[in-house]
């Protein structure tokens, strides 16, 4: 048992459902999800993950920030569910495909 609150895998690729899982301690594959639509994005800092991207709907917000070490949210919008973006205060920016030089 853990005493963390937990709120399921790290929404990467999600498509802007809430990622709270309703049945935490399932096998991963056997896990259900929220799925209510995310209104929140919430990134936090976890010792076992490193940086967490969080999408959550308002019920479950409160869970996402207390997930790990809160750095920062905003309005879950458009380019949140995306693979390629930069968190910012005010939203995800997609990262542009430039391919040059780091
Ligand atoms: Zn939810
Ligand atoms: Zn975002």
Redesign the pocket.
Known sequence: MTSEPWIGDAATNDHGG?R?ALNEFAAAEDIRR?G?PATVHIMSESAMHGLVSLA??E??ADIARAAGAYVGEHRFGPNCAGVETVFGADGCDVVAESGGAA
Do not use: T, V
């Open positions: 809430c709270y929220c209510a959550s709907c019920k479950h």
